[in-house]
């Protein structure tokens, strides 16, 4: 960031807010959410023994942070 304002500085274009906001945009690296891990766990729906679920649940990691980002509990008999 400093160094693309130094640049921008030192050029003196007629829009320097452009010209810094386009070099970074060149700068800039397209990442994607990657699955850190997938957690499926047996629960008990209804507070009853009989009645059971599959809880599963997906972590993404994106920009260093690691998140649950999905849940869903699936049902069966």
Known sequence: MNSAVNKVLRARPVDPLSALASMLLDQAKNSLP???RVVAKKVY???SATVQGLKVQVYLRYQGR????????????
């Open 45 to 47: 729906l209804q507070e």
């Open 66 to 77: 690691t998140e649950m980002r999905f849940e869903h509990t699936l049902t069966f008999d």
């Open 34 to 36: 990657v699955v850190d």
